[in-house]
């Protein structure tokens, strides 16, 4: 079993940043992908970002020039840096990984959500 745990959610104002962190722990093997989607209520959760093992990074139109995505990965850990926030940037984002079990098994793991919240 494979968990995400994600951190640095909180409430800022427009044009502001925000740093979101999410680590992975368990019998892990390797992770192909991470990366980070959002829920805003009412509205279907899509993805902002992502990024593979050899560091190839998308970004959703939305957040391109923006966000910048990152991760470690001796650490399993993949981070976001989200800059000149908007309103319509709030939501829960989720942390989301993709990969190998030492039992050879494949994952998709999901973290338990962290709230970011723009004010204008």
């Known amino acids: 079993q494979v968990q995400l745990v994600e951190s640095g959610g909180g409430l800022v104002q427009a044009g502001g940043s925000l740093r979101l962190s999410c680590a992975a722990s368990?019998?892990?093997?390797?992770?192909?992908?991470m990366a980070w989607y959002r829920q805003a209520p009412g509205k279907q959760r899509e993805l902002v970002a992502r990024?593979?093992?050899?560091?190839?990074?998308n970004y959703a139109d939305s957040v391109k020039g923006r966000f910048t995505i990152s991760r470690d990965n001796a650490k399993n850990t993949v981070c976001m840096q989200m800059d000149s926030l908007k309103p319509e940037d709030t939501a829960v984002y989720y942390c989301?990984?993709?990969?190998?079990?030492?039992w050879g098994a494949g994952f998709t793991s999901w973290g338990q959500g962290t709230q970011v919240t723009v004010s204008s």
């Open positions: 368990g019998s892990i093997v390797s992770i192909r992908i």
């Open positions: 989301n990984a993709v990969g190998s079990t030492s």
């Open positions: 990024i593979t093992g050899g560091g190839n990074t």
